[in-house]
């Protein structure tokens, strides 16, 4: 597959002019490496997942650093962040030099408190998602956004395999002591199956055998490595009680379907997952849109115990609210716009914009007014105006 630029390149590139360091995060294989060393082609690159450079990094940081000529990019930084002190004092000797330090890592949760330690103020930190559907049209239901999936789609199975246990040796092992990756990986196909549901850690820890407290102990693994969304709930005051629990999703669809044991795209059609897949595309179509821009992640969904629900709220331009309804069917109809007008009438501020989003169909508009006040677009259309959203 020919390169294919990202959207977050121009605010990375932006970045190393207003910072001395750049910490590029994200879920491994999401393309970090790749984006750097290819808008950096003349900076120095070390990987710190060699176990020998991460011997000397601990021997001797200084002599190491002493080696390197800045601008240096260091790939999976987690490996050895006590390398970031050691760069902090440099940075200080010399703060007007601005792009010199360049990292990515891909256990996010832990990596931001080394930041937050170490960096503050001297390090522009940015999230690299998979492929959005707004770089690609490659990117789907089925597939996902990983780049070596898009590239070879007929190794998908194989390539994801591969991906959980690598995953499961390198990240989960480096984050917690879990001792039975067996149960880990039924507990990965489990979250699978909740894609799209409120989160409720006894139903996750009963059919393991585990505690409620290992299950929230490694959905902070997933959620730290970026592989789950947690879409928190909306607590503005509504004057009703709300369910105060998040929603749980995947972060890649490919990932979650191949997790959902589903290989085709005639078994996607008939899944009954299909529903919360799609949902989950549009939420991470959501926060990559965010992402990508440098912006900070604002996503939410509303249920009150009365039973009305709304997928998404997200905070658009000049503070308007989006009221956002995700339905896999190419065939809306009004009734699909009636949890959005209940939720608008509680509004303090009315003037939401409020959105039923849906699969593209070969031979019906992709956009159209379902009822006054409510519009129907399709995935690609929706995508098109959280991007061009100022």
Known sequence: MRFISRTLAHVLRRATRDFPAVVVTGPRRAGKTTLLRRLFPNAQYVLLEDPDIRARVRADPRGFLDQLRPPVVFDE????????????TRIDLGPRHMGQWLFTGSQEAPLMRGISESMAGRAAILQLLP????????????HGGFPEVLARPKHRNLWFASYLQTYLERDVRAITNVRDLVTFRRFL?????????????????????????????????????????????????????LIKSPKVYWGDSGLAC????LTSAAELER?????????????????KSQSNRGMRKGLYYFRDQQ?????????????????VEAKATK???????????????????????????HRKSRSEPTTAALTPGVEALDVENFVADLNSAK
């Open 271 to 287: 899944s009954p997952f299909l529903g919360a897949l799609f949902e989950g595309f549009v939420a991470a179509e959501i926060l």
């Open 307 to 323: 039973g009305l629900e709304v997928d998404f709220l997200v905070p658009g331009p000049q503070g308007r609210l989006w009221l």
């Open 189 to 241: 196909a489990l979250v699978a199956s909740r894609h799209g549901q409120v989160l409720n850690k006894t139903d996750l820890a009963a059919p393991l055998g585990v505690s409620v407290p290992t299950i929230g102990e490694w959905l902070q693994v997933l959620e730290a490595t970026g592989q789950i969304i947690l879409v928190a709930p909306y607590f503005e005051n509504f004057g009703k009680r």
């Open 331 to 357: 065939t809306v109809r009004p009734a699909m716009a009636s949890p959005l007008l209940s939720l608008r009438r509680s509004l303090p501020d009315q003037s939401a914009r409020l959105v039923v989003v």
């Open 77 to 88: 930084i987690q490996n050895t962040p006590e390398l970031l002190d050691y760069v902090r």
């Open 258 to 261: 191949y997790l959902l044991g």
């Open 131 to 142: 492929f959005s559907f707004a770089e690609t049209p490659k990117v789907d239901l089925l």
